[in-house]
């Protein structure tokens, strides 16, 4: 029996599945933070996305809002968040996988 997908329950992602379903183009990455005055974003390189994995205190999928913007990968480390970019297609089939019903 497969759950549900939804904003309430977390999917926690392991290293190697963050990195699977990253969206990195020419060696770089989208990330979004959101501080207390606002969106911010930028590139970081796969080096500085691949090392912020390695040390995070958790990974997991982000809600609707994160995977609607495209930046479903949410990376905990230091009380901090940091949503980056990812490929849809490789989500779902990773949802899919581990039993997640996404549909």
Known sequence: MSKKYNDEEKVFLTIDEAKDIANIVDNQ???FMNPSFGLLGADWSEESFINLLNKAATIEVGG????GMKHAIAVIENKEVYFFEHNEEKLKELLKQKGV???
């Not at 609707?64 to 995977?67: D, F, T």
Request: net charge negative.
């Open 29 to 31: 990455i989208h990330c």
């Open 64 to 67: 609707s809002q994160c995977r």
């Open 101 to 103: 019903d996404d549909e």
